[in-house]
């Protein structure tokens, strides 16, 4: 074959078409070898040697150049301690790259302050330190020498010896201060602050964690001295300022001195070196920009003019990493570099984008679960293995194990795979009982004494089935009641649900027994929302009348109720025991007929709505509406026992219970005066606001201010928002082990003759 081309190919042609080649290929390698780094270099370094500093880089020569890696070189060298800053400079050099990293040493420390020992000497304490005058300040030999002097109040007796330290400067020196407080275990009497113009004392003290004895300092915890809670006080107090725009803020250690008197402990003072306020200036990015510069900025609440805030920024950048994260880029480096404008007091930012390479989801683990099976958690991911890397279906896949209620943590780590490209998935939860058993007693305003006990499993040998049997006694009311619920019923996305009960219930004016049982099955039409078809089956029996229920309604006081119900929820609530986020929408419609062979003829719709907003910090904003409309399908009435009622602690509030809807005015024959009956509408309107907020959140205690709106409308009246009841009030609630437990007082507004002025609900059980 060589041969034959030989002779059809004249050998200067081949030599030419082999030199064209190499003219091709020459600035295609010399353009790969621009991204090689050539040489790593040092300058500014006079005591620090060059060894030391290069010894914290893993850019090293003969690499590709990495933005990323630079920025992380840049902090491994200023973690050393030694410097006041350091810069990396990016310069072409023989054909590649050669990286300098440009240092600025902190200065020696002149002087070695001990400041607030009274037992032990001065001497003595010197002889322990490891840090050294005219040395450079070394934050592990600083940190070496605290825990020296730690040791030696130890060894003399003084246990609860408290250690600061800071760094002082004075006329261009630097003095180290070791800070002594010889009782830790001091109350702190009082917090203040010196050099704070534009923030209050006020607002400084929430700032921080440190606070004086109080009146609930005994529950709380608070009102100690603690050195680790001192140190992230700065750190805070730092912050502070920073989502405030004063970038150049300094923050010292405090200073503290003993109290003496009749309240003995410790005062603090914090000095605070303000500043100036920055707004920001230019914002521009480089880097790997996956869309347009207007695009990136269009995701950041950060704006040109606006006042500069750390939280807002660091808000901005997740965004960002989101927006990476989201197409496969699982370590994209984003860092924002700033340049301080003291002319004009702006700050502008350059945000910095090293994307890095696509990865892929090599495999998934899951650890943790001793109990729940891994198929029910692998069920709910929204990532699989050999998929693209997606942080956002990460985010959704952690909700989603989380409003299982099965665990009291779900954490994600993404280490390396077999390759660069690869990552794995490592799913780590920790499990919680997902079993109770539970007997109580109380006293609820609604239904006299009460009695209940009940044992639920909400993860039944680690399959995700849930099922409870429930027992309740009360003056008014007795409920036995089973249930259980298959969320993957047979392993497919069908739900499966069953339940059964038999209930007492004696009314003012009536007694209904109930008996009977439902069978619903599901499926997952989308994430979150679920459409099924149930079918129940009631047999109802009302008794003991009082002479004001009209015949009419006796007459219709039995029946079988057969009905077939088909209805639609959407559940994007992040728990559905305590939540503090998302919705809950359904949309519920029951036809009950002599089809189905049952006695009752009637056609119900039902539609709730709730929505829960976080509002600040564990605060929570509530909103309820629920509307329903039943019609007869014969020429009866509907039943007595199928009507609406409202009024009662999940409905009106500040009305009795079942109180609030038509009535009739019925006058008895013994005394002569006029009885009212309430019989309850074929319509229903209820709407509730309500802000929850902590009392204190450790305990469990929380309050709760409400509004409540809401009646129920007879066959002859339209559902008019002007004729809605309405009523406010205030209570308090406690996550307790027995359960949610509930005080609240609710006010009418606008009361009628013969109701109450106000009402007080207690009751077992938690709201919306």
């Not at 089809?595 to 003829?601: A, I, Q, T, V």
């Not at 409400?706 to 406010?728: H, S």
Request: a positive charge; hydrophobic letters at 35%.
């Amino acid at each position: 074959m060589f041969k034959v081309l030989q002779k059809k190919i004249p050998f200067y042609l081949c030599v030419s078409t082999f030199a064209f080649l190499l003219c091709l290929l020459g600035p295609v390698s010399q353009l790969y070898a621009q991204g090689r780094i050539v040489d790593v270099g040092v300058a500014g370094n006079q005591r620090i040697d060059s060894e030391t500093i290069l010894g914290q880089v893993l850019q090293i020569k003969g690499q590709t150049f990495s933005r990323g890696q630079v920025s992380e070189d840049v902090k491994r060298i200023y973690e050393l301690g030694y410097f006041d800053d350091v810069q990396a400079e990016k310069m072409a050099s023989g054909g590649g790259v050669k990286l300098i990293y440009h240092v600025k040493e902190k200065p020696p420390i002149h002087k070695i302050i001990i400041s607030g020992n009274k037992k032990i000497k001065t001497e003595k304490i010197y002889s322990q330190l490891t840090v050294k005058e005219n040395s450079l300040p070394d934050n592990q030999k600083i940190a070496e020498s605290k825990q020296k002097i730690k040791n030696l109040y130890t060894s003399e007796g003084f246990n609860d010896a408290l250690i600061m330290t800071e760094i002082k400067e004075s006329n261009g020196q630097r003095n180290l201060v070791f800070n002594i407080s010889e009782k830790k275990g001091n109350i702190v009497r009082k917090v203040n602050f010196e050099g704070n113009k534009v923030i209050s004392d006020r607002k400084l003290r929430k700032a921080i964690q440190t606070k004086k004895k109080g009146i609930l300092s005994f529950i709380t915890g608070t009102g100690k001295l603690r050195e680790d809670v001192l140190e992230r006080d700065v750190a805070l107090l730092t912050y502070t300022y920073l989502n405030k725009g004063y970038m150049r803020v300094r923050v010292g250690q405090p200073k503290i001195e003993t109290v003496k008197g009749k309240k003995e402990g410790v005062e603090l003072t914090f000095f605070i070196d303000e500043g100036q306020q920055y707004r920001i200036g230019n914002i521009s990015f480089s880097g790997d920009i996956l869309t347009s510069q207007e695009e990136m900025q269009a995701l950041m609440d950060s704006q040109t003019g606006d006042v500069y805030s750390q939280q807002i920024l660091e808000r901005d950048l997740n965004k960002l990493a989101n927006l990476y994260g989201n197409q496969g880029y699982a370590f994209a480096n984003i860092v924002p570099q700033s340049a301080l404008n003291d002319g004009d007091l702006t700050t502008d930012l350059n945000v910095v984008v090293d994307k890095g390479q696509r990865v892929y989801v090599e495999r998934i683990n899951i650890t943790g679960n001793t109990i729940t099976r891994d198929k029910v958690i692998r069920r709910e991911l929204k990532v699989v293995e050999n998929s693209l890397y997606n942080r956002e279906l990460i985010e959704v896949s952690r909700a989603k194990l989380m409003q299982l209620g099965y665990f009291e943590s779900v954490e994600f780590a993404t280490p390396t795979g077999s390759k660069n490209d690869r990552v794995v998935l490592n799913v780590n939860v920790k499990e919680k009982p997902t079993g109770t058993f539970s007997v109580g007693g109380g006293f609820s305003s609604a239904e006299s004494f009460m009695f209940t006990a009940s044992v639920a499993k909400n993860n039944f040998f680690g399959r995700g089935i849930s099922g409870a049997l429930n027992a309740e006694i009360s003056g008014r009311r007795q409920e036995f009641s089973a249930r259980i619920t298959d969320p993957y019923f047979l392993d497919s996305r069908w739900i499966l649900s069953a339940s059964g009960y038999r209930v007492r219930t004696d009314f003012p004016d009536y007694r209904r027994n109930a008996f009977g049982g439902s069978v619903e099955f599901g499926r997952r039409i989308f994430d979150n929302t679920t459409l099924s078809l149930g079918y129940r089956i009631e047999d109802v029996s009302l008794d003991d009348f009082d002479f004001v229920v009209p015949e009419f309604f006796r007459e219709n006081a039995d029946g079988l109720t057969s009905s077939a119900i088909l209805s639609i929820r959407r559940d994007t609530r992040n728990n559905p025991l305590v939540t503090t986020r998302g919705s809950y929408l359904s949309l519920v419609t029951e036809y009950a007929g002599n089809g189905l062979g049952g006695d009752n003829d009637y056609l119900r719709v039902e539609g709730n709505a709730r929505y829960y907003y976080p509002v600040w910090k564990s605060s929570v904003l509530r909103f309820n509406a629920r509307a329903g409309y039943i019609k007869s399908l014969n020429d009866e009435p509907v039943p007595l026992f199928e009507r609406y009622f409202t009024g009662g602690v999940n409905s009106l509030r500040g009305f009795d219970l079942r109180t609030v809807g038509p009535r009739l005015t019925i006058p008895d024959a013994i005394t002569g005066k006029d009885e009212e009956f309430v019989y309850g509408g074929n319509k229903l309107l209820v709407f509730n606001l309500e802000y929850e907020f902590p009392l204190y959140d450790p305990a469990g205690f929380r309050g709760v201010i409400f509004f409540d709106a809401g009646n129920a409308f007879a066959e002859d009246e339209v559902m008019n928002p002007i004729k809605l009841r309405t009523d406010v009030g205030a209570g308090i609630r406690w996550n307790s082990p027995f359960g949610p437990l509930r005080f609240e007082w609710g006010f009418p507004l606008k009361p009628r003759p013969g109701e109450k002025r106000s009402v007080f609900n207690f009751t077992i059980g938690s709201f919306f």
